[in-house]
């Protein structure tokens, strides 16, 4: 059976959705609009998202670009401020965080990064300092904290436990 377009409306207008459905399952792209402003682009095959998903603070400013396969975050995630800066990148496996995940200042400078393992920190993670230098160390074990964190102050120096 071929796709067959819709479009629902909520009664106050606000919202909007446009889509194809095939046999009662979305199936092909979705686009969800606010107060007539684009605020979600995704895809779908018989009724599992599938592919980018991007979505929106406001027209041409994304405010997160995911991947999914068979329904769960998978690969590569960006999420971004209004401004546009990039906030976090980080990498799912099978709907769960799993690789690098880095989070950035406002002004786009690495703030803290680490690695998780199918969705538990795993490994050393550092904090740094607005100049670069590292400000807490952690280090994690499937999840666990291991040990009490390390800080140091902006010039590199032990602030001890």
């Not at 998903?53 to 991947?67: D, F, I, K, N, T």
């Not at 400078?109 to 160390?137: C, I, M, S």
Request: with cysteine; glycine share 16%.
């Amino acid at each position: 059976m071929a796709a067959q377009a819709f479009t629902l409306v909520a009664p106050d207008g606000t919202v909007r959705m446009d889509g194809a459905m095939c046999d009662g399952l979305l199936d092909g792209g979705l686009r969800i609009a606010l107060h007539g402003e684009p605020h979600a682009l995704m895809h779908f095959a018989g009724g599992v998202q599938q592919g980018e998903c991007v979505m929106l603070h406001g027209p041409q400013r994304p405010s997160a670009r995911l991947h999914y396969v068979d329904g769960k975050l998978d690969g590569k995630a960006e999420f971004y401020a209004p401004e546009g800066t990039l906030t976090r990148r980080t990498h799912y496996r099978a709907g769960l965080v799993h690789g690098l995940q880095q989070d950035f200042y406002p002004d786009g400078r690495l703030f803290e990064y680490g690695h998780f393992v199918r969705g538990k920190p795993d490994g050393t993670w550092q904090r740094l300092h607005p100049n670069g230098a590292v400000a807490e160390r952690r280090c994690y074990a499937a999840g666990v904290l291991v040990g009490p964190p390390e800080r140091f102050d902006p010039l590199g120096r032990s602030l001890g436990g």
